[in-house]
């Protein structure tokens, strides 16, 4: 994150005469903890961690880019369910690339699979519990590569369909719901309906 406004040196100061800093110190005391951390100040994402598991795929293959692709789209569907938090960055790279080969490489995906999990250093459980939750939550109700070429919904029913199918909350959640839209618009009217979906 970058600092568009740099505070002024009254805002910075705390409490009594004790605490004034100069800007002359402030500045030091920002370069000796910027110097302490080696400059590194980014984010660890899953993002990071996809090369390291795309290329240890067997052969001198080149990865297809629908594999990449895929695995980033279910890496980026984790920011919509909670569950993901408890996994380390590299746990959810490292199944989300599991997902995207059994998902697009899907003849040869027991072969890439055992090559992955025999190639990587980290715990092999943590991958494999994301793996599950991955699985369980995304991969059954999220769009497939197939699915997201085609065309879009005609009907109010198959806008609600895809909707939630991408809000990827969970089975019971998302099944009752479109039902329950389902059937209150037949009943009531598409006004009703619209009023019911703005409440959530």
Known sequence: MEETEVPLLL????????FVFEARTIRRMELLIMTTLKWRLHSITPFNFIDYYLYRLPGNKTVPGTLISRAMELIVSTNRVIDFLDHRPSAI??????????????????????????????NKERIFS??????ELLIDFCST??????????????????AACVSCDSTENTAGSVQFIAKRRRINGPLLCMAEDQRW
């Open 11 to 18: 805002d910075l100061q705390v409490g009594d005469a004790k």
């Open 130 to 135: 994301c793996y599950d939750l991955m699985q």
């Open 93 to 122: 790279a490292g199944a989300a690339v599991l997902c995207a080969v059994e998902e697009v490489l899907q003849r040869e995906s027991a072969d890439y699979r055992s090559a992955i999990m025999a190639s990587i250093a980290v």
């Open 145 to 162: 590569p197939k699915k997201s070429l085609s065309a879009p919904p005609q009907s109010p029913v198959g806008v609600l369909d895809a």
